[in-house]
């Protein structure tokens, strides 16, 4: 059974930097993707940022490319979202999502969230003065 734990929230100035962590359990090798999701009030979820486990290649979204981060241990199973120059725009609930990459997966489908299997439970950022 997958799952994973989100850590790494809370509140930060405009123009500060919080990092997220997502550790992830129960995949049997490292043939698997994470990717980051985020909710703000009101809106749809919408993704963030997403690494190939197995290869470590990275994809953004336009809105936080530039300013984010992804990475990974594969040992550690653990990903990491690094978020420098935080605007009060980027306050939302993050999610840390996941899936098997086992026979193929397209990689330009990573900002929808139907592709993604599992899901942590979220964590809150706000960015605020």
């Known amino acids: 059974q997958v ?6 929230g809370g509140l930060v ?19 698997y993707a994470i990717a980051w999701f985020r909710q703000a009030p009101g ?3 919408e993704g963030v940022s997403c690494i190939s486990i197995y290869e ?11 300013r984010f981060t992804i990475s990974r ?3 550690k199973n653990t990903v990491w979202l690094q ?8 306050t939302a609930v993050y999610y840390c999502s996941a899936r ?8 330009r489908t990573w900002p929808q969230r139907e592709v993604w299997y599992y899901w942590g439970q979220g964590i809150q950022v706000t960015v605020s003065s």
């Open 100 to 107: 098997t990459t086992l026979g193929y997966f397209d990689y």
């Open 56 to 66: 470590g290649s990275t994809y953004y979204a336009g809105s936080v490319e530039g």
């Open 43 to 45: 809106k749809e979820r």
């Open 83 to 90: 978020m420098n120059s935080l605007e009060p725009e980027d």
């Open 13 to 31: 100035q405009p123009g500060g930097s919080l990092r997220l962590s997502c550790a992830a359990s129960g995949f049997t090798s490292a043939n």
């Open 3 to 8: 799952q994973l734990v989100e850590s790494g």
């Open 73 to 75: 241990d594969k040992a």
